[in-house]
Structure formats: C-alpha cells, structure tokens
C-alpha cells in the first residue's frame, strides 16, 4: 500500500489501523481496544493492556534468537572510546541494574531523575526503570542545578541516576556541584543517588545517599520485567513552555510502544537488524525516541554518538561514524548540518567515507533551511526529509513516510500528515483555511497514541495551552499553511518559544531570571536569527532609576545569571541596555515587531504602538551587536 492507501485506512477505521499496529508489540494482556475516550477532550490509547517497554525494545530480541545482535554502539570520539553491546549483554545489564535499584526499594509508579552524558549507561538507566515500571525522567546535561531543581521539585524522584561527569569539547562538566546545588535548591529530596564514576573526573561520593553504578548492583538479583498498564507513564520529559515553569510531558507506555515501532519501518524504512542512528541527545525527545526506545524495540541497532558534528576532531566525524557503522538511516537537525557546512563547504570530508549504506537523512527540531537542504542533497546524494514534530507528540506528525512510499520531496515543507494526525490550518476564530493560507497549525482530538494524554501534575495547564484556544482540536503553537497537494510548511512559532540549535528554550523564561538582577527594572529576551543556530536569544533590559554602573558590567552580569540559572544549553551571550521597551497601549510588549526589526524583515507599525519613535531607539541597540542591518 502507498501512503495515500494507508492514511485513507486510517481514516476509515482508526481502531482497527492502531489494534493492527498494535499486534507487532508483545503484550501482557492484549488491550480490548485502541481509543479510550471516555474522559474526551482527554483520550488516552490501549488503557486495559498490560505491556512492558523493556521486554519489547531488549528480552524479546533475545528470546527470538537474536541476543547476538548489537543493540547499542557506542562511539565516542570525544573520549576515543568505542564499544559494541548485544541485545543479551544489554538484558544482562539492565536486569542487574534494575534489581539493584529494586533492592534500594525502587518501584512501579516511583519516578527517577535521569541526569547523564550520551554514554550507553543513560539507555540502560532508562531501560532499568522501564523494566521496573518507574517513571524515568531524562533531564538534558547542559542545564544549571536551578532548572534540576525545578524538575527535582515537579516529579518528586525517588532516586537519581547520574555521571560523575560530561564532557564538551575543551571542558569537562563536572555533573556533581550541579546535582548536589539542585538538591539542595529542592524542597522535595530524592531518597538516594546513584553515579557512574567516568575516568575522565571521579566525583566524591556523600556517604548514606550516593552509591557507586558498579558497587551498587553487586550481589542484586536481577529484576524481571514488570507489566505495567497501557496507560501507565513510561516517562515525564520536561519542555519549555511560555513560562519558566517547564512542561511535564507525559508518554504513555502502550502507545509509545505502538507508534514508535510502527515509525521505523514505515517513516525510517529500516528493518530489523539494520543500524539507525540519530545524533542527538538522550535528553530531549529525539534521543528519548530514536536514540533509545523505538531503535531497540524494532529490533535495530542504535548508535550512542558522544561528540560534536564538528571539532571531534573533524567536520568529517558524522561520515566516519556513518560509514563504520554502516548506518542505514541517519537523523539529525538542521544546525548540526549548517556547522558541517561551514567548516567544509566543498564537503571534502564527505569524499574520504563510503556511505553506500546510507539511504536517507532525516533532518527535525528546527527549521530545515533550503540551502541546507540542497547542500546536504548535493553531498551526500540521497533524499534528504524533512519531518516535523514536537516533545508532545514524540513521533512524527508530518514527513516523508519512505518506507511507505518514496514520496516527492518539497523543499521547504515538513511533509505530509502521518496516519493519525488529522492537520487544519485554522485563523484565529478556528475557521480552517484553505489551501496556501497561513494560519495556526491544530490537529484534530484525538491525538494518536504515543502523545502525550496530559501534562504531569498540570491537568489544567495541559487544557490551557493545548485544548481551550480551539475546542476539538490541539494547539500546535506553530503557524503555517497546507499547500494544493497536502504538504505542510512550517513558517514559524506562535508563542514565545524559540529554537537555539535545534534546541527548544522558553525567552519567558529568560526573561523571569533577568527580571531577578537588582538593576533591571523591566526587561524583554526575543529569538533572533542565527546563520548557524537558527536563532539566537537577545535581552534587552531597562536599568532601575539611579543605577549609574558602566552598562557592559550589568550585561556581562546578565549573561552570567542566565548562564548559572538556566545553563550553557541557552546560549544567552547577546545583551543590551535600551531606556524604554516599544509597547501596546495596553502596555504589551511588542516582542514580535523587535524580532522584524533584529532580522531586518518587513514590518507594518503595530497600530495600537504606544510610542513609535521607541522602535529607533530597539534599532540603533540591535546594530551595536551586529544585527539590523540597514
Ligand atoms: N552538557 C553541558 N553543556 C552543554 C551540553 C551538555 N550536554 N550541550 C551543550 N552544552 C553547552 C555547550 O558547551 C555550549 O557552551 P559554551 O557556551 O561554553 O560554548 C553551550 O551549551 C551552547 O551549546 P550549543 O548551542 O550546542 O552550541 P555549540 O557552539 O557548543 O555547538 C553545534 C554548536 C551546532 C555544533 C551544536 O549545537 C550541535 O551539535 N547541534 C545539533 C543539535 C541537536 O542535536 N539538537 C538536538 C535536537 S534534534
Ligand atoms: P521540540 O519539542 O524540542 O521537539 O520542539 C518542537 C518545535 O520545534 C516545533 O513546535 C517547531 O516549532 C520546531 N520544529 C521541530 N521540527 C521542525 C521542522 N521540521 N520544521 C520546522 N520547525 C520544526
């Protein structure tokens, strides 16, 4: 069947296309059904199943013969280091680990912070407590103790699992001071710790609540997998929302399980066996879907990649991995393209690899940019798709299914809508437009499985952000348009969320830890456009009346709060003092017409502009850092 055939079976019968997905996972309990909607606009999938996440991504595999087979590749350019794990040696650790944390009373239902480097340790931290039914949450290593401690306070873990250290390239990131400050921060204190000691920098461990990963699981009896009900949390992945409170996205485990699985064949076209690789982080939902869970439940090999695209050592460093690897399918953003690019323009790296086994480049979290999708095409001549989706939903919500049918590729669209997403473009009333309009992007009730039911602990913020703006349907947050022939493109973001290589930052929250400096009175952070991270946080900000310190002290002081509370991930470095911020009358600050103004884009002068001179003011401070450009 091509797509036009599938999507159409979905549409006809939705039970029956998600129970037959379904008969590719090894239930417990096999559900009654596929939708649940008897709390609608709540809806959740295969509630009355009985599942397990770790027995379908690791013990099948051996149980069906194939516990030879490498489950995980660890690459390591970082630290030179590489290693190759079985699906059995994978059982082996995971059982193990997971009775050691049994063993310190670790049960189903209990949560667990997740705070590690991309070492094959964080797979099995997670696995270990899908094997248990504990609800994992991965927080990204690249975020300060007050964002641990925001998140500590949010899921209240039992346990936290973390590396004595990351590493960056030219710094090791001691992991300890920062998870000892978020504990510290929390008001809610996690029984106990456990650390991975990497050679790289030993932390010191405090007696009565940290344990050693080795020392700890020695002499435990290995756990068996616990099933757990289609409904219940696999995991909470926290997400920056408008706010500085992250959101707590919830995954439910059995239509996890389901899209997931159904995702690699028909979105990655691999097949068992095969290895895929996606350069991301198991901190954000890539790595949390296609690092670790939907390679290894379908049978895939999956690639722990711990370095950078370029400067371990080389810009060449993704085609040698592609090439040793074998890699069949290969996913990454936009950013880590464009840094290839620049450090390499003529792709002379690329000409040293063979990387006939590649088929195709998937490339998501960001923007794709047309130059860099030509680049990419021309380099590595194969298709090169662009699929759209977000932390909430955790799978695809339009692409170029190519294990389904090698579609037409349109560059400049994400794709077309995945079985299971019904897609409008509506305008602010809800009325759907039609083709070649722009509008908000929303997605028809119900969401198909493996997004999320609600947000943890935020039933309401869940109906305020998703729900209310448009009854019936999901609020995306991102506008575009569907063009004659179903393709969508995705033109920007609705809110104030911005994307800074292709990671996803909150400017709101930004802007509640530059509100914190004694000398700022009022304050604005907006996304600008960036060559190379797609954007770029900005903070203007208005000294309180009678600070008379030179400027550059209190923005280099900015930089450095934000740097402390959120973490380097924010790549906050751009900061100036303006006298007063271009409001509405109504006193809004009017962030979208800073953002024309820093990209040098048209605009038309808001009408309800309370001082329209105040944009020169904006103007002559964004060309003291280099942007708005005449
Ligand atoms: N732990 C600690 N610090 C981290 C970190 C981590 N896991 N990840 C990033 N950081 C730090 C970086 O060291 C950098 O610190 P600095 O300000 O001291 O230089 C800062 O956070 C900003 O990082 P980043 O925005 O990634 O910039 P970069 O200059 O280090 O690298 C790219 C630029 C393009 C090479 C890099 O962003 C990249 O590989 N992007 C791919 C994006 C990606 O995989 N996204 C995942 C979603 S699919
Ligand atoms: P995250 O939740 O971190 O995956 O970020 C999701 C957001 O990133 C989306 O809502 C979009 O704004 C943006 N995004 C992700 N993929 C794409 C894409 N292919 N094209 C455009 N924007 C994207």
């Not at 069947?1 to 239930?27: L, T």
């Not at 193990?96 to 670790?106: D, H, I, K, S, Y």
């Not at 925001?150 to 390239?169: F, H, M, N, Q």
């Not at 929302?241 to 159904?262: D, E, F, M, S, Y």
């Amino acid at each position: 069947m091509g797509y036009k055939e599938v999507y159409e079976s979905w549409k006809r019968d939705p039970d029956a296309f998600w129970m037959d997905a379904a008969q590719a996972i090894d239930w417990d309990r096999m559900p009654s059904k596929a939708l649940f909607d008897e709390n609608a606009p709540l809806y959740e999938w295969f509630s009355d199943g009985l599942v397990n996440t770790c027995h379908n991504a690791v013990d099948r595999h051996v149980e069906a013969g194939n516990g030879d087979r490498t489950a995980i590749i660890y690459d390591s350019p970082i630290t030179g280091r590489k290693e190759k794990i079985s699906f059995a040696e994978l059982q082996t650790r995971v059982a193990q680990l997971a009775g050691a944390l049994r063993q310190q009373g670790l049960e189903k239902g209990d949560r667990v912070i997740i705070y590690m480097p991309m070492v094959p340790q964080a797979l099995e931290a997670m696995l270990a407590c899908a094997r248990l039914g504990a609800i994992h949450s991965v927080v990204f290593g690249g975020f300060a103790s007050n964002e641990l401690a925001v998140r500590i306070d949010d899921a209240k873990p039992k346990a936290i699992i973390a590396a004595s250290c990351g590493l960056e390239p030219g710094r090791t990131v001691q992991y300890k001071p920062l998870y000892d400050g978020a504990i510290d921060l929390a008001r809610h204190k996690p029984e106990f710790c456990v650390i991975l000691q990497r050679e790289e920098h030993r932390a010191e461990l405090e007696p009565g609540r940290d344990h050693d990963w080795h020392d700890f699981q020695e002499g435990a009896e290995p756990a068996a997998c616990v099933p757990v009900e289609g409904n219940h949390p696999a995991y909470v992945l926290y997400t920056s929302g408008t706010t500085g409170a992250p959101k707590g996205v919830i995954r439910a485990t059995g239509g996890h399980l389901v899209a997931l699985n159904w995702t690699m064949k028909n979105m990655y076209n691999v097949d068992p066996g095969d290895v895929f690789w996606a350069a991301s982080d198991v901190g954000w939902v890539v790595g949390h879907s296609y690092i670790c869970y939907a390679p290894l439940v379908h049978g895939n090999t999956t690639v722990v990649f711990e370095g950078k695209p370029i400067g371990t050592p080389d810009a060449g460093t993704f085609w040698r991995v592609i090439s040793e690897h074998n890699v069949r399918s290969f996913f990454t953003a936009p950013t880590a393209f464009r840094a290839i690019k620049r450090e390499d323009p003529k792709g002379e790296f690329v000409k040293k690899y063979d990387l006939s086994f590649l088929r195709v480049l998937y490339l998501a979290g960001e923007r794709a940019d047309p130059d860099t999708i030509n680049w990419a095409a021309a380099q590595l001549g194969i298709p090169v798709v662009d699929h759209w989706w977000q932390t909430e939903t955790g799978w695809t919500i339009t692409g170029i299914p190519m294990g389904l049918e090698k579609m037409e590729v349109k560059i400049g669209s994400s794709g077309v809508p995945m079985p299971g997403y019904d897609i409008q473009i509506l305008d602010e009333t809800g009325k759907p437009q039609g083709p070649g309009e722009l509008g908000a992007v929303a997605i028809k009730l119900p969401l198909p499985p493996g997004t999320l039911p609600t947000l943890w602990n935020a039933e309401d913020r869940f109906r305020k952000s998703y729900l209310d703006t448009f009854p019936g349907y999901y609020e995306t947050g991102d506008a575009g348009m569907i063009d004659e022939d179903g393709y969508l493109y995705i033109m920007a973001r609705t809110d104030d969320v911005i994307n800074v290589a292709g990671h996803r930052l909150s400017t709101g929250a930004m802007e509640e830890v530059l509100a914190e400096h004694p000398d700022v009175a009022e304050c604005a952070v907006i996304g600008v456009g960036d060559q190379l991270k797609g954007q770029l946080p900005v903070g203007f900000i208005c000294l309180t009346k009678g600070v008379n310190r030179p400027e550059g002290e209190i923005t280099a002081e900015c930089v450095k709060l934000v740097r402390d509370r959120i973490g380097p991930v924010a790549a906050f470095k751009l900061c100036v003092v303006v006298d007063r911020l271009p409001k509405t009358r109504s006193g809004k600050i009017l962030r979208a017409t800073m953002v024309k103004i820093a990209d040098g884009t048209e605009f038309k002068l808001p009408a309800t502009i309370d001082d329209p001179a105040i944009l020169d003011e904006i103007k002559v401070a964004l060309q003291s850092i280099g942007y708005a450009k005449d």
